[in-house]
């Protein structure tokens, strides 16, 4: 597709529940991230892939969060027994080897 | 822990008014610099970015670095209402590997009116 795409767009699960948040990159980026906004805050940095390397997983908040990518383009966020501090707009984004990252719409999760 | 502040606004100018944004950065090393828009409820949209070499002019936006002080600004010329949205500076993880892991501020919110 033509833009970085995200799915679902809004998600409500209740607490305790696994939840997969999906990703499809441009087509040709070699890069995707993942970012956390919640509310009225800035964006927090999750976890990054490039190519075949090994991803940076630094930025995830606890062993209930883990990320793959497979095949080298879409990835899945997957949040184990999500709590309600997880609730927030997960962003997904891609680049090539630049530093020019372009963000999906994101995927509102809401947990109740 | 590498940090990125910004003031959280809100900034109010006049339509037509330059709007002047600023973002302090605590990593000396750092060496590129980003200026994101956020319309509400959408997803960050790169406008500028710029490198540690030199300032940077496109159309109504110049964004400019202050090394010593460690700050990046960001100037909006001839400001419109539909420059109203949030403007998050960002900072890449200067020495790593990863080209894309950036630190972002809070995001200052800029309105415009009429």
């Known amino acids: 597709g033509a833009g970085v795409s995200q799915s679902p767009s809004n998600k409500v699960t209740e607490k305790g529940k696994d939840v997969e948040l999906r990703c499809d990159p441009i087509?040709?980026?070699?890069?995707l991230y993942w970012y956390r906004q919640s509310l009225g805050q800035g964006l927090e940095f999750l976890i990054y892939?490039?190519?075949?390397?090994?991803?940076?997983k630094s930025g995830l908040p606890s062993d209930r969060f883990s990320a793959e990518r497979t095949g080298g383009s879409v990835s899945t966020l997957t949040i184990q027994r999500t709590q309600q501090e997880d609730s927030a707009v997960y962003l997904c984004?891609?680049?090539?080897?630049?530093?020019?990252?372009?963000f999906g719409q994101g995927t509102r999760l809401t947990v109740v | 822990q590498k940090e990125v502040e910004q003031n959280s606004g809100p900034l109010s100018v006049p339509e037509g008014a330059i709007a002047s944004l600023n973002c302090t950065y605590s990593?000396?090393?750092?060496?590129?610099f980003f200026w994101y828009r956020q319309y509400s409820g959408k997803s960050p949209e790169l406008i500028m970015f710029?490198?540690?070499?030199g300032d940077k002019e496109d159309g109504r936006f110049t964004a400019q670095l202050n090394k010593a002080s460690q700050y990046v600004s960001l100037l909006i010329r001839d400001s419109q209402p539909s420059d109203s949205a949030t403007y998050l500076c960002?900072?890449?993880?200067?020495?790593?590997?990863?080209?894309?892991?950036?630190?972002f501020g809070q995001g200052t919110i800029l309105t415009v009116h009429p």
């Open positions: 984004a891609s680049s090539r080897q630049s530093v020019r990252a372009f």
């Open positions: 087509s040709g980026h070699t890069a």
């Open positions: 892939f490039q190519g075949n390397s090994a991803p940076d």
């Open positions: 990593d000396r090393g750092s060496q590129s």
């Open positions: 710029i490198y540690s070499n």
């Open positions: 960002a900072v890449n993880d200067a020495g790593g590997t990863s080209y894309g892991k950036l630190t």
